[in-house]
């Protein structure tokens, strides 16, 4: 797992997204050490980075876009 996957970004960063940042990776980090089991979504532990990482992709074309225009 890549660890900069939650913390990286372009610039400066607030303190409130950085903390928000790695609650998440250390959230992500129980789940998956745990073995955590689905959720409502039905989503399984194997499942979650491969989401994560489409859904940083898409986010940062979205960023990308609205920076240029």
């Not at 890549?2 to 928000?20: A, I, M, V």
């Not at 992500?28 to 959720?39: A, D, E, F, M, T």
């Not at 979504?41 to 980075?49: A, I, N, R, S, W």
């Amino acid at each position: 797992m890549r660890d900069s996957l939650f913390l990286s970004g372009q610039g400066e960063q607030s303190n409130d997204r950085k903390s928000t940042q790695l609650k998440n990776l250390i959230a992500y980090r129980q789940v998956v050490g745990n073995k955590g089991s689905s959720g409502v979504d039905g989503m399984q532990v194997t499942e979650l980075k491969s989401f994560i990482d489409y859904k940083i992709a898409v986010l940062t074309d979205i960023l990308k876009r609205s920076v240029r225009t």
